[in-house]
């Protein structure tokens, strides 16, 4: 019989692909590493895959397997000017102490498997993990055939299609990654070093003085901000406000105007006080001119990770390190898609109708889902990007406020609205 070993990015997402895969059935199995449990059972790829009826394992690392550091020799503050490590220096990854159990256990299970199967974030961050988890388990079984499963929700669509889809992992997105960290060590190495000899006893300090690739333009945004907070000076203001509400004697419906102080504020509060008191002398208002036109307002296009973040924090309050945590917790709980894309447009065929359907029982959307499964949907506006590996963030299955708390509910009925 065959054996699988598959490899996810998180012990969560492990959890959830074997309980999908077997249907509830895997068996759990704690490994060489306390974190990362192995899950056991047994799955039918079916007489035309090859493999047919397979043994499955799926496990997990944490994240990178490997870090990226600099030839020891090379490690020591003075061991060499500077603009050596900018192209001399060699670099090389290796597994750090706290990842040799998770190692260990790949090794272990790699040693028994004909097949590894890697269940990573599909993004170039996880194609790189990707490599690192191969390199690992080649080095243990060198005849494995490698697999790479792509998907975008933790759902059993998406995880069956996924295991009986998988393709060759790409190693182009994965030296991508290598590159830019590669760049980002010998820069900020290279200017840290450089900075802190130069700097220390000229200045009051005695620590390191860093410098970072994204270190530096986020601090003059920081240095600006703080630079506006403290020139800011606040000043009272007074300003009228005036509404209108009016019944229609025939229908019953009433209708509620507020009206724009067209001088919008003054900041002397007598000045406002004598202006009130002239209206409140001559309470009948007559309105000398209407103006009406007409406003479309074009639907949102589907939601991408920057645009998620950005409305999370300005309409819900939320800060987007949080907002990307929960939303995380969500996908890895399949009740969200990836959230990490920058695709703003859905794929010709994507089955809209039926998620909707999910939601036609809703205590919250079933109304509205139902009214859209009647013949009032429409299909989202195309954003102008596709990142080419997710669909744009939106909700995979229905969810109570029951099911979630309070935040999670919050982020979640936002993305089920939008």
């Known amino acids: 019989m065959v054996r699988v070993l598959s490899v996810a990015e998180k012990p969560s997402v492990a959890k959830e692909v074997a309980k999908i895969l077997s249907r509830g059935t895997a068996q759990q199995q704690r ?10 059972f047994d799955y039918d790829f079916g007489p035309g895959s090859g493999w047919g009826k397979a043994q499955m394992v799926v496990t997990s690392v944490t994240g990178h397997l490997m870090n990226t550091e600099f030839d020891e020799k090379y490690t020591g503050w003075y061991s060499c000017d500077p603009v050596k490590l900018f192209f001399e220096a060699p670099v090389y990854k290796f597994v750090p102490e706290d990842k040799k159990d998770i190692q260990t256990n790949l090794e272990q299970e790699a040693r028994r498997s004909n097949v590894l199967m890697l269940w990573l974030d599909c993004d170039r961050e996880g194609e790189n993990i990707g490599y690192e988890v191969i390199e690992v388990c080649l080095g243990a079984n060198p005849n494995l055939t490698v697999k790479r499963a792509r998907f975008s929700a933790l759902i059993p669509n998406d995880i069956h299609h996924a295991v009986m889809n998988a393709g060759p ?17 010998r820069l900020g190495a290279a200017f840290t070093r450089f900075q802190t000899m130069m700097m220390q006893g000229r200045f009051e300090t005695d620590g390191v003085v860093s410098f970072g690739g994204c270190q530096f333009p986020t601090l003059r945004f920081v240095v600006e901000r703080e630079r506006e907070i403290e020139a800011f000076r606040e000043e009272p203001f007074w300003k009228i406000e005036m509404e209108h509400t009016r019944t229609d004697p025939r229908s019953g419906e009433r209708s509620h105007a507020i009206f724009l102080w067209e001088r919008g504020r003054v900041f002397d509060r007598l000045t406002c006080l004598v202006l009130y008191e002239l209206c409140a002398e001559t309470p009948t208002a007559t309105v000398l001119n209407v103006n009406k036109r007409q406003t479309n307002r074009s639907k949102p296009v589907p939601l991408a990770t920057v645009e998620f973040q950005r409305e999370a924090s300005t309409k819900l309050r939320i800060a987007s390190d949080k907002t990307m945590s929960v939303a995380e917790s969500l996908y890895q709980r399949g009740f969200l898609s990836y959230p990490r894309t920058e695709t703003d447009k859905f794929k010709e065929g994507t089955d809209l109708n039926g998620l909707i359907d999910q939601f036609k029982d809703h205590p919250d959307f079933g109304t509205f889902a139902r009214k859209l499964l009647a013949g009032h949907f429409s299909h989202p506006r195309d954003g102008g990007h596709d990142d080419g590996a997710h669909p744009p963030i939106h909700p995979t299955r229905a969810a109570s406020r029951n099911d979630l708390n309070q935040e999670e509910y919050k982020l979640y009925e936002y993305v089920a609205r939008r």
Do not use: K, T
């Open 31 to 40: 490994g060489v590493s306390m974190f990362n449990a192995n899950h056991n």
């Open 169 to 185: 992992p790409d190693r182009l997105a994965s030296e991508a990654v290598d590159a830019r960290s590669e760049i980002d060590l």
